[in-house]
């Protein structure tokens, strides 16, 4: 909704998963395999960087991090090394 215009040039982190429940549970990937829901991102925004993180964290330990113990990391994908950064 924000447009191409407003997001050129800035950094958009896509925290998406591209989930189909249209057959009913488990729901399967509605993108995957030959292209990834970023990757469509970033061709409709080639001027944002679109850098790919937190999708993969369950939002109870997106809020509470301690319900995990030990280190952590993070994956985070994107084009740009400036912007991963």
Do not use: W
């Not at 057959?23 to 925004?45: I, K, Y």
């Not at 999708?55 to 090394?81: K, W």
């Amino acid at each position: 909704m924000a447009g191409e215009a407003i997001l050129r040039g800035k950094i958009l982190i896509d925290v998406a998963n591209p989930l189909d429940f249209l057959h009913g549970m488990p729901p399967s990937l509605a993108v995957c395999n030959t292209d990834s829901l970023g990757e469509q991102t970033q061709r409709a925004f080639p001027e944002t960087r679109v850098v790919k993180t937190l999708n993969t964290v369950n939002c109870n330990v997106m809020v509470n991090p301690a319900l995990v113990s030990g280190a952590r990391d993070m994956f985070l994908c994107g084009n740009d090394p400036n912007r991963k950064r």
